[in-house]
């Protein structure tokens, strides 16, 4: 029996960076959205992949984004850099939609 929980604490956290890879692939045409309900720990997640991992996730989207966007041909790539800040830095209780969906509203 306790082997089921044995590492189900780092799941989300895995969910989470594969969902910053995928977005990071191709982020044209979508956008994250915040679930609403996300609850608490999405909250402590998120405090916690900050302090591990997000701000230099976000840190390198800067900087990437702004050495793109010193070419003419880089600049749509820069823009896709910058749209990664906010889900490098807060993954957890963001869903990734297409952006012509009706829920994809800001």
């Keep these: 029996m306790w082997r089921d929980r044995e590492g ?3 799941i989300p ?3 989470a960076a594969f969902r910053i890879g995928i977005y990071a692939l191709w982020p044209f045409g979508y956008t994250t959205v915040e679930r609403h309900d996300a609850g608490a720990p999405s909250c402590v997640g998120n405090v916690l992949w ?3 991992a997000g ?5 390198t989207h800067i900087v990437t984004g702004i050495a793109m966007c ?3 041909i880089g600049i749509p790539f820069g ?3 910058f749209k990664l800040i906010p889900v490098s830095l807060f993954p957890l209780g963001r869903e990734i939609v297409r ?8």
């Design 8 to 10: 189900c604490g780092t």
């Design 13 to 15: 956290f895995g969910i």
């Design 50 to 52: 900050l302090v591990l």
């Design 55 to 59: 701000w230099w996730l976000a840190l």
């Design 70 to 72: 010193l070419t003419i």
């Design 79 to 81: 823009i896709a850099n």
């Design 99 to 106: 952006t012509d969906e009706p829920f994809a509203a800001r």
